[in-house]
């Protein structure tokens, strides 16, 4: 069994974005990302916290806008607005979840298209789904395949099953294995019988949000296993994915915390360094 150690590999892509941030400092390009934080959930704050200071390790400049949990969605698509038309800002991340009151579909759909660092927007989407190079890619999801093919793990042919159908992971996800060529099938909440899918699987993404969902009797041996999965369980981190029984059938799995995690907040930070080097070429 081989540990697919998001950690390492995400070090590694940063080493080499702190590189390109230098480069595009030397052209007068200070790449920058802004984040905004509705509300008070702890574990977003975390979250921002954690890209706050991935940021500062690759030298991309961060600023975060903390708001109240009594920010009108109107006030929310005024700094968004603002930020849209700020040319020293290269991406924006709004940090879900949002409270209630505020429709998360029109955050996502009033973030232009070129700073949407997350992913999110239909127009990249889009061009996710017809496979057109060039759009910012959802991070998560772009992180597992980076993480696959950093492994040398060849997806053309593969039969994938992922487990979980959200807009954030598994759909977009779904589309990235098709463009690679692999054979997909998603499982959701009215799937039958998941283990008929997960037992022929050559590879299985879980990303339901539910503690030790796969277990041993539903996978193959040699199997290769993702976890995007984080739940807290007392003191413990889980995920989604019985670890110490499925590892032992498995060729590749990815722990958590330190697997796919990491290779999140690296996309991200892909993501921005990207959109800085768009920048440059349209001031050139």
Do not use: W
Not at 104 to 109: F, L, S, V
Not at 199 to 228: P, R, S, T, Y
């Amino acid at each position: 069994m081989t540990l697919l150690d998001g950690k390492k590999v995400s070090t590694k892509l940063k080493d080499e974005l702190k590189q390109e941030v230098n480069e595009l400092k030397k052209n007068g390009i200070e790449p920058c990302l802004a984040v905004i934080l509705v509300g008070d959930d702890k574990a977003s704050k975390t979250y921002v916290s954690n890209k706050a200071k991935a940021c500062k390790e690759c030298e991309i400049k961060s600023i975060v806008y903390e708001l109240g949990h009594d920010t009108t969605q109107n006030e929310l698509l005024a700094l968004i607005n603002t930020l849209n038309y700020d040319d020293s800002v290269d991406g924006i991340l709004v940090q879900l979840p949002l409270p209630s009151h505020i429709n998360k579909d029109i955050i996502i759909q009033s973030i232009n298209s070129n700073k949407d660092v997350d992913g999110f927007h239909p127009t990249n989407i889009g061009f996710l789904s017809a496979n057109i190079k060039g759009s910012f890619l959802p991070c998560t999801p772009a992180g597992i395949i980076y993480l696959l093919k950093e492994y040398k793990i060849n997806l053309k042919g593969l039969d994938v099953v992922i487990i979980g159908a959200s807009n954030i992971v598994g759909k977009p996800l779904l589309m990235m294995f098709l463009n690679e060529e692999a054979t997909v099938s998603i499982c959701h909440l009215q799937t039958k019988d998941i283990k008929t899918y997960t037992q022929k699987a050559d590879l299985i993404v879980v990303a339901a949000g539910c503690a030790n969902l796969l277990k041993a009797d539903m996978v193959k041996e040699g199997v290769i296993v993702l976890d995007v999965g984080i739940n807290k369980i007392g003191s413990k981190l889980l995920g989604d994915v019985d670890f110490e029984n499925v590892s032992k059938k498995a060729s590749f799995i990815s722990p958590v915390p330190g697997g796919v995690g990491p290779m999140t907040i690296a996309m991200l930070l892909k993501n921005t360094v990207k959109a800085a080097k768009n920048r440059l070429k349209a001031a050139k």
